[in-house]
């Protein structure tokens, strides 16, 4: 069983733990930023200028704190930007209301510092894990995901109600300043380089691979149909006059897929494993949503089915993605697919809101199908994850045939 093979591997339950309490304070940030944005200008559209910067700083920064991770090592590279991180949402808790203008700036640096916790952690799995308890890792991670967005999000919020937005700043900071180091304490040792896999690749070699980037921009598709299923379900509350089940809703598709990734994770996977058939199943929960929008409780249904499948997915694509890159270029190639997600829930969300504008909420689970079909189609040429009967090989090897130096491994060479 995956499960019972992961927590005997040595080291996984304290690195897990530690990733997702390192990982809780830069979902617990965001609320606070915006209602502290918003009380000072007393406008939410400078709150929305405010997240803007953030993410921008966010998607330009991630893959060079990845790529530095690679080249230098993730301990280091944490550490700086883990008070780096602090220090800049201390700034912004301290910033007198008077001088919001500000606070652009300011979450710029913040989003720009951001340390690289869930890229080092899917390129730290294959270095103490193989096997079927990789593949249990991976799901584990993508399951584990979702309780974050439910509880980081939620605990900013308590903490603006219960106090102000500038203390769920502040907690944010020490949260990070604290979990951050023990994360760092708690990194594998790399994985021996011989000369084949220490030679540094570029972005062009890392990119333009036949394999890593339909998976990368799979993964950028899903997260633009995932933002603007969010907005829509905002929508639909709002339409009925119950915003309370905008949350209701988010519970329950967040709680299908922790469900739909406990299942996968305790899979055996004896079986040929095609990511594209995933995919599918993605498109077509979000297709059966399209058809029941006709009251609260048949969307709640669809969407619970829908959650069923993200879990599973999201986690066989980190797992395709890690074995499709060698170990000196791993944490890059996961900073690069943050970037793909953070441009691809600015999309979703503008696209949607454009949707529900022209043509009313339901044709957003429309958009977002043909999105997931989209995403299906470019990962019809990715190779199937073999189950554990097959040979496999260790964890950071490169074959020649799949090697991003050899002649065939960039897109461009093999068109």
Request: net charge positive; glycine share 10%.
């Amino acid at each position: 069983m995956g499960y019972r093979e992961l927590w005997r591997s040595r080291g996984v339950l304290p690195l897990l733990v530690s990733s997702l309490l390192a990982r809780l304070p830069m979902l617990a940030t965001m609320v606070p930023i915006a209602f502290l944005a918003k009380d000072a200008s007393g406008s939410f559209r400078w709150a929305g200028v405010v997240a803007g910067a953030y993410s921008i700083g966010m998607a330009i920064a991630g893959p060079l704190w990845s790529r530095a991770a690679d080249r230098r090592g993730p301990r280091g590279v944490l550490l700086v930007t883990g008070i780096g991180w602090s220090v800049a949402l201390l700034a912004i808790a301290l910033l007198p209301a008077g001088r919001y203008r500000f606070l652009p700036a300011l979450t710029v640096i913040a989003g720009a510092l951001v340390p690289p916790v869930m890229q080092t952690l899917r390129a730290a799995w294959p270095r103490i894990v193989d096997g079927p308890a990789l593949r249990t890792a991976y799901s584990v991670d993508a399951t584990a995901q979702e309780l974050l967005f439910m509880v980081g999000p939620m605990l900013g919020a308590t903490a603006v109600s219960v106090a102000s937005p500038r203390l769920g700043v502040l907690l944010a900071a020490a949260m990070s300043a604290v979990f951050i180091w023990w994360y760092v304490l708690r990194q594998p040792a790399p994985l021996p380089r011989d000369v084949h896999t220490a030679v540094p690749l570029t972005a062009r070699q890392l990119l333009w691979h036949r394999h890593r980037l339909p998976l990368i921009l799979a993964f950028g598709l899903w997260i633009m149909s995932f933002n603007g299923i969010s907005l829509a379900i905002v929508a639909f509350a709002d339409d009925h006059g119950q915003r309370l089940i905008a949350g209701i809703f988010e519970a329950v598709w967040a709680f299908g897929s922790l469900v739909g990734g406990a299942i996968s994770g305790a899979l055996p996977g004896r079986r040929t494993s095609y990511l594209w058939r995933r995919a599918a199943l993605v498109a077509a929960g979000m297709l059966l949503c399209v058809f029941a929008t006709w009251s609260a409780v048949s969307l709640g249904i669809a969407l619970a089915l829908s959650g069923l499948t993200l879990a599973p997915a999201i986690g066989a694509l980190y797992g395709r993605l890690g074995a499709l890159t060698p170990d000196v270029a791993r944490t890059e190639v996961f900073g690069w697919m943050g970037s793909a997600a953070t441009g691809g829930a600015a999309i979703g969300a503008a696209a949607a809101g454009a949707v529900i504008d022209a043509f009313g909420v339901r044709y957003v689970w429309l958009l977002a199908a043909v999105l997931a079909v989209l995403s299906t189609l470019v990962l019809l040429r990715v190779p199937p994850e073999a189950g554990p009967e097959a040979d496999v090989e260790p964890p950071g090897s490169i074959r020649p045939a799949d090697s991003d130096l050899s002649a065939g491994g960039l897109l461009g060479e093999t068109a």
